[in-house]
């Protein structure tokens, strides 16, 4: 089994940068669609930004972080990150890692597919 572990998780102000970061242990071997989910309080959970690991294919991200927020890996060390900036109010939310099966061979948004999912991670941007 996959386990992940988020941190750097924390306050900022507006306009402010954070990075998070995903910890991989456990069957780490191969590649699979890995990503950050977010929820905030009374919303339903969504993706944020997925990348496939191991692979120079381009990430996905979601409308609403699409040039502030930037997904990347280390594929050696096991660990994924996200790099928050220019940070709104509503990017306040539990931050998630996720990783899917590794079978499809490429990244979807549906939860569904996810089936490793870290503790969470809470961001608060305030002003």
């Known amino acids: 089994q996959l386990q992940l572990v988020e941190s750097g998780g924390g306050s900022v102000q507006v306009g402010g940068s954070m990075r998070l970061s995903c910890a991989a242990s456990g069957n780490t071997d191969g590649t699979r669609c890995m990503g950050w989910f977010r929820q905030a309080p009374g919303k339903e959970r969504e993706g944020v930004a997925l990348i496939y690991t191991g692979r120079t294919g381009r990430p996905m991200y979601a409308d609403s972080v699409k040039g502030r927020f930037t997904i990347s890996q280390n594929n050696a060390e096991n660990m994924l990150y996200l790099q928050m900036n220019s940070l709104k109010p509503e990017d306040t939310a539990t931050y998630y890692c996720?990783?899917?099966?590794?079978?499809?061979?490429?990244?979807?948004?549906?939860?569904?597919?996810?089936?490793?999912w870290g503790q969470g991670t809470q961001v608060t941007v305030s002003s």
């Open positions: 996720a990783a899917d099966a590794g079978v499809r061979f490429l990244c979807g948004w549906s939860q569904g597919l996810y089936v490793a």
